[in-house]
Antibody
Protein backbone atom coordinates (compact mmCIF):
# COMPACT_ATOMS: atom_id res chain seq x y z
CA UNK A 1 0.00 0.00 0.00
CA UNK A 2 0.94 3.60 -0.57
CA UNK A 3 0.63 6.51 1.86
CA UNK A 4 -1.38 9.40 0.41
CA UNK A 5 -2.10 12.87 1.81
CA UNK A 6 -4.44 15.51 0.40
CA UNK A 7 -3.83 19.23 0.76
CA UNK A 8 -5.53 22.40 -0.38
CA UNK A 9 -8.02 25.05 0.68
CA UNK A 10 -11.02 24.01 2.72
CA UNK A 11 -13.19 26.83 1.39
CA UNK A 12 -13.76 27.81 -2.23
CA UNK A 13 -15.93 30.61 -3.57
CA UNK A 14 -18.70 29.69 -6.03
CA UNK A 15 -17.68 29.93 -9.71
CA UNK A 16 -13.99 29.65 -8.77
CA UNK A 17 -11.63 26.69 -9.21
CA UNK A 18 -11.13 24.00 -6.59
CA UNK A 19 -7.48 22.91 -6.53
CA UNK A 20 -6.19 19.98 -4.50
CA UNK A 21 -2.89 18.15 -4.34
CA UNK A 22 -2.14 14.61 -3.22
CA UNK A 23 1.32 13.79 -1.93
CA UNK A 24 2.59 10.24 -2.42
CA UNK A 25 4.95 8.82 0.19
CA UNK A 26 6.92 6.50 -2.01
CA UNK A 27 8.55 6.20 -5.43
CA UNK A 28 5.48 4.30 -6.62
CA UNK A 29 4.45 7.54 -8.37
CA UNK A 30 7.07 6.56 -10.96
CA UNK A 31 5.77 3.02 -11.35
CA UNK A 32 3.81 2.20 -14.49
CA UNK A 33 1.65 -0.17 -12.41
CA UNK A 34 -0.02 2.58 -10.38
CA UNK A 35 -2.98 4.76 -11.29
CA UNK A 36 -3.88 7.83 -9.26
CA UNK A 37 -7.48 8.84 -8.63
CA UNK A 38 -9.71 11.42 -7.03
CA UNK A 39 -12.96 10.40 -5.35
CA UNK A 40 -15.41 12.64 -3.55
CA UNK A 41 -18.19 12.17 -1.02
CA UNK A 42 -20.80 14.86 -0.38
CA UNK A 43 -21.87 15.09 3.26
CA UNK A 44 -24.09 12.13 4.14
CA UNK A 45 -23.93 10.70 0.64
CA UNK A 46 -22.14 7.99 -1.32
CA UNK A 47 -18.78 7.96 -3.05
CA UNK A 48 -18.29 9.42 -6.53
CA UNK A 49 -15.23 8.61 -8.62
CA UNK A 50 -13.91 11.69 -10.43
CA UNK A 51 -11.22 10.10 -12.58
CA UNK A 52 -7.65 8.93 -12.80
CA UNK A 53 -4.23 9.98 -14.02
CA UNK A 54 -1.25 7.77 -14.82
CA UNK A 55 2.39 8.89 -14.61
CA UNK A 56 2.42 8.81 -18.41
CA UNK A 57 -0.11 11.64 -18.35
CA UNK A 58 -3.01 9.47 -19.49
CA UNK A 59 -6.26 10.54 -17.91
CA UNK A 60 -9.88 9.49 -17.71
CA UNK A 61 -12.59 11.68 -16.24
CA UNK A 62 -16.08 10.59 -15.34
CA UNK A 63 -18.48 12.00 -17.97
CA UNK A 64 -20.60 14.06 -15.57
CA UNK A 65 -17.54 16.12 -14.53
CA UNK A 66 -15.38 15.87 -17.63
CA UNK A 67 -16.04 19.42 -18.83
CA UNK A 68 -14.80 20.91 -15.55
CA UNK A 69 -11.98 18.59 -14.44
CA UNK A 70 -8.26 18.57 -15.10
CA UNK A 71 -5.77 16.26 -13.39
CA UNK A 72 -2.00 16.51 -13.53
CA UNK A 73 0.98 14.66 -12.12
CA UNK A 74 4.42 15.88 -11.02
CA UNK A 75 6.63 12.86 -10.46
CA UNK A 76 9.58 14.99 -9.30
CA UNK A 77 7.48 16.23 -6.37
CA UNK A 78 5.70 12.88 -5.91
CA UNK A 79 2.37 14.64 -6.27
CA UNK A 80 -0.74 14.59 -8.39
CA UNK A 81 -3.40 17.26 -8.54
CA UNK A 82 -7.06 17.97 -9.20
CA UNK A 83 -8.56 21.15 -10.63
CA UNK A 84 -12.34 21.47 -10.69
CA UNK A 85 -13.58 24.62 -12.39
CA UNK A 86 -16.76 26.66 -11.96
CA UNK A 87 -17.69 25.11 -8.64
CA UNK A 88 -21.10 25.37 -7.01
CA UNK A 89 -22.46 24.31 -3.64
CA UNK A 90 -23.09 20.87 -5.14
CA UNK A 91 -19.32 20.37 -5.25
CA UNK A 92 -19.08 20.57 -1.46
CA UNK A 93 -17.66 17.22 -0.39
CA UNK A 94 -14.85 15.33 1.25
CA UNK A 95 -12.29 14.78 -1.49
CA UNK A 96 -10.09 11.70 -1.33
CA UNK A 97 -7.08 10.79 -3.35
CA UNK A 98 -6.67 7.08 -3.88
CA UNK A 99 -4.71 4.63 -5.96
CA UNK A 100 -4.84 1.22 -7.50
CA UNK A 101 -2.12 -1.09 -8.69
CA UNK A 102 -2.81 -3.11 -11.82
CA UNK A 103 -6.52 -3.66 -11.09
CA UNK A 104 -9.17 -1.01 -10.67
CA UNK A 105 -10.01 -1.30 -6.99
CA UNK A 106 -8.70 1.21 -4.47
CA UNK A 107 -6.34 -0.26 -1.91
CA UNK A 108 -4.75 3.00 -0.79
CA UNK A 109 -6.60 6.14 0.28
CA UNK A 110 -5.72 9.52 1.69
CA UNK A 111 -7.46 10.66 4.85
CA UNK A 112 -9.70 13.02 2.89
CA UNK A 113 -10.13 16.78 2.90
CA UNK A 114 -13.43 18.60 3.32
CA UNK A 115 -13.93 21.31 0.72
CA UNK A 116 -16.85 23.66 1.20
CA UNK A 117 -18.09 25.84 -1.64
CA UNK A 118 -19.55 29.00 -0.19
CA UNK A 119 -19.30 32.74 -0.47
CA UNK B 1 -22.74 4.13 -16.96
CA UNK B 2 -23.38 1.16 -14.70
CA UNK B 3 -25.59 1.99 -11.73
CA UNK B 4 -24.85 0.17 -8.47
CA UNK B 5 -27.77 -0.20 -6.06
CA UNK B 6 -27.27 -1.32 -2.47
CA UNK B 7 -29.88 -2.60 -0.07
CA UNK B 8 -30.95 -2.10 2.55
CA UNK B 9 -29.91 1.47 3.20
CA UNK B 10 -29.67 0.69 6.91
CA UNK B 11 -29.32 -2.69 8.60
CA UNK B 12 -29.85 -3.03 12.34
CA UNK B 13 -28.02 -6.04 13.76
CA UNK B 14 -27.10 -7.24 17.23
CA UNK B 15 -23.46 -8.03 18.03
CA UNK B 16 -22.68 -11.65 17.26
CA UNK B 17 -25.40 -11.90 14.64
CA UNK B 18 -24.97 -12.36 10.91
CA UNK B 19 -25.32 -9.46 8.50
CA UNK B 20 -26.11 -9.84 4.82
CA UNK B 21 -25.71 -6.86 2.51
CA UNK B 22 -26.79 -6.71 -1.11
CA UNK B 23 -25.35 -4.91 -4.14
CA UNK B 24 -26.96 -5.02 -7.57
CA UNK B 25 -25.48 -3.82 -10.86
CA UNK B 26 -27.62 -2.39 -13.66
CA UNK B 27 -25.86 -4.72 -16.12
CA UNK B 28 -23.53 -7.67 -15.85
CA UNK B 29 -20.14 -6.87 -14.38
CA UNK B 30 -18.85 -10.45 -14.18
CA UNK B 31 -16.90 -10.60 -10.89
CA UNK B 32 -15.48 -7.09 -11.18
CA UNK B 33 -16.72 -5.91 -7.81
CA UNK B 34 -15.07 -4.53 -4.68
CA UNK B 35 -16.45 -3.87 -1.20
CA UNK B 36 -15.29 -1.17 1.19
CA UNK B 37 -15.87 -0.43 4.86
CA UNK B 38 -16.04 3.18 6.04
CA UNK B 39 -16.18 4.37 9.63
CA UNK B 40 -17.21 7.92 10.60
CA UNK B 41 -14.52 10.46 9.78
CA UNK B 42 -12.34 7.88 8.05
CA UNK B 43 -11.49 6.97 4.49
CA UNK B 44 -12.94 3.79 3.03
CA UNK B 45 -10.98 0.58 3.58
CA UNK B 46 -10.83 -2.15 0.93
CA UNK B 47 -12.40 -5.39 2.16
CA UNK B 48 -13.10 -7.53 -0.88
CA UNK B 49 -12.11 -7.52 -4.56
CA UNK B 50 -12.95 -9.87 -7.38
CA UNK B 51 -16.35 -10.22 -5.67
CA UNK B 52 -15.01 -12.78 -3.19
CA UNK B 53 -11.29 -12.30 -2.45
CA UNK B 54 -10.49 -10.79 0.92
CA UNK B 55 -7.93 -7.99 0.94
CA UNK B 56 -4.82 -8.31 3.06
CA UNK B 57 -5.58 -8.30 6.77
CA UNK B 58 -9.36 -8.59 6.43
CA UNK B 59 -10.84 -11.04 8.98
CA UNK B 60 -12.36 -14.28 7.74
CA UNK B 61 -15.79 -13.31 9.09
CA UNK B 62 -16.12 -11.09 6.01
CA UNK B 63 -17.07 -12.94 2.85
CA UNK B 64 -18.24 -11.87 -0.58
CA UNK B 65 -20.19 -13.76 -3.20
CA UNK B 66 -22.02 -13.32 -6.46
CA UNK B 67 -21.37 -12.60 -10.11
CA UNK B 68 -23.14 -10.95 -12.99
CA UNK B 69 -25.54 -8.46 -11.45
CA UNK B 70 -26.17 -9.74 -7.91
CA UNK B 71 -23.61 -9.61 -5.11
CA UNK B 72 -23.61 -10.18 -1.37
CA UNK B 73 -21.31 -9.20 1.47
CA UNK B 74 -21.76 -11.35 4.56
CA UNK B 75 -20.38 -10.65 8.00
CA UNK B 76 -20.76 -13.93 9.84
CA UNK B 77 -20.69 -12.67 13.43
CA UNK B 78 -20.73 -8.94 13.91
CA UNK B 79 -18.09 -7.46 16.17
CA UNK B 80 -18.30 -3.99 17.69
CA UNK B 81 -15.72 -2.69 15.23
CA UNK B 82 -17.82 -3.83 12.24
CA UNK B 83 -20.55 -1.23 12.69
CA UNK B 84 -19.89 1.07 9.75
CA UNK B 85 -21.01 1.93 6.23
CA UNK B 86 -20.28 -0.59 3.49
CA UNK B 87 -20.04 0.38 -0.17
CA UNK B 88 -19.67 -1.65 -3.32
CA UNK B 89 -17.81 -0.51 -6.44
CA UNK B 90 -17.66 -2.04 -9.91
CA UNK B 91 -14.60 -1.94 -12.12
CA UNK B 92 -16.04 -3.61 -15.19
CA UNK B 93 -15.80 -0.59 -17.47
CA UNK B 94 -15.37 3.18 -17.39
CA UNK B 95 -16.55 5.07 -15.48
CA UNK B 96 -16.08 3.30 -12.18
CA UNK B 97 -19.10 3.76 -9.95
CA UNK B 98 -20.02 3.08 -6.34
CA UNK B 99 -23.23 2.05 -4.68
CA UNK B 100 -24.90 4.40 -2.23
CA UNK B 101 -23.82 2.39 0.78
CA UNK B 102 -25.42 0.31 3.54
CA UNK B 103 -25.10 1.48 7.11
CA UNK B 104 -24.78 -1.38 9.59
CA UNK B 105 -25.91 -0.14 12.98
CA UNK B 106 -26.25 -1.67 16.40
CA UNK B 107 -29.71 -3.07 17.13
Amino acid sequence: QVQLQESGPGLVTPSQTLSLTCSVSSDSINSDDYYWSWIRQPPGKGLEWIGYIHNSGTTYYTPSLKSRVTMSVDTSKKQFSLNLRSVTAADTAVYYCASWEAENWFDSWGQGILVTVSS
Amino acid sequence: EIVMTQSPATLSVSPGERATLSCRASQSISSNLAWYQQKPGQAPRLLIYGASTRATGVPARFSGSGSGTEFTLTISSLQSEDFAVYSCQHYHEWPLTFGGGTKVEIK
